[in-house]
């Protein structure tokens, strides 16, 4: 779907794990085309087997965007990854080639590599130093795939003991890498409950930044919802000249077609 603002179009994917989540997983490709959308993206496709998304794709006219790496099981050290954890090595690399491949069978040219939750009792300077090693091991991994290498902080108030607590400090370790294969995800709610400053934040990650996810603050509905000022920010990052997508990885706030109004709102607030 293409949002068209005065300093140019953004292109706007929706993430169909918090997306059209009133239908069964395998019917949100076509309600995500229904409404307008031409891609879409979504965390974890690992219990579909890649042939089977890929029908749908095709039969809705969508292009995939974007996966995350696998999470662990739920309450499990690495249900938020496995970066970050030092003993986790083995899982982390069958995640990494689980992932490009998905990635690839599915056209995907983005990979989401999640950072998970810094271990307890693992002193924070190793933990980290294990999640760069990792990081650049998953780049030469990617090196060649056609298929990039994000990385996506989570605020602290969300999660308290995610590894990477900040874009800038994704971009530390994306430039550590040495490779343009790894970039920055910059979310936009996650920016904003971490510190705000968006327009100055967005520029001065410019460069690194690989792709773009939106919410509002409060309660991660969709813009227009919260605080906010979506025609703000979305005509300062057409402006910028950034074309990658924009994934709508919001909750929203009722009737997910009904809630898309915030797509024509902003576009009649135009000059």
Known sequence: MILDLPHGPVRLAANLGWMFTELPFLDRFGAAAHAGFTAVEYAQPYRHHPALLRKQLDQAGLRQVLINTPAGPRESPTALGAAFIPDARAEFRDG????????QELGASVLHVMAGLRPVGCEPDRAFACYVANIVWAAEQARGSDVSIVLEAINKRDQPRYGLSSPEAGAHVAQAAGTDVVGVLFDVYHAQVDRGDLLTRFDSLRNDIKHVQIADNPGRGEPGTGEVAYGTVLGHIARSGYEGWIGCEYRPVGDTAAGLS?????????P
């Open 96 to 103: 990494v080639k689980a992932g490009l491949e998905y990635a």
């Open 262 to 270: 915030w797509i024509e709102e902003l576009a009649k607030e135009q």
